[in-house]
């Protein structure tokens, strides 16, 4: 479970998340919803670390991420995937080297191993059988 606890975050004098405290838990679908400007990707983005929070606790299964130092955290960014608004995959790989990206750079699963786990990851999103496919494409 991920759980964010009082959050607050600004840039320079324009404050964007105030007092945010919400759960996140594992195995179900979990949703940040809401009108654009609003702070949803900041949100996002400060509970993988990509920007610091001004006030406020991120915990992942109860371990605390912001009092983590940098390896810690990469520890912790194993588990945990962010994709970005947009056109945010890498539009030279497939949709199946898309997913394995990140298996390759943090796991020492062998390539038939991370092949079997992107099919696994691409039927849960209705995507079987677009492996070889380019983003573009889908």
């Known amino acids: ?49 990509l920007h610091e929070i001004d006030a406020g606790e991120i915990l992942f299964n109860g371990q605390n991420f912001t009092a983590m130092d940098q390896d810690e955290k990469a520890l912790i960014r194993q588990q945990v995937g962010m994709l970005f608004q947009g056109a945010a995959l890498f539009d030279s790989l497939t949709v199946e080297q898309n997913v394995m990206f990140p298996l390759s750079m943090f796991t020492t699963m062998t390539k038939k191993e991370m092949q079997m786990r ?10 079987t059988g677009k492996n070889t496919l380019y983003p573009s494409e889908c």
Request: with cysteine.
């Open 118 to 127: 992107a099919d696994f990851c691409l039927e849960r999103v209705n995507l």
């Open 1 to 49: 479970m991920i759980e964010v606890k009082n959050i607050n975050k600004s840039f320079k004098e324009q404050q964007v998340l105030f007092d945010i405290s919400s759960q996140f838990e594992q195995g179900k679908v979990n949703l940040i919803i809401g009108q654009s400007g609003q702070g949803k990707s900041v949100l996002a983005k400060c509970m993988v670390g």
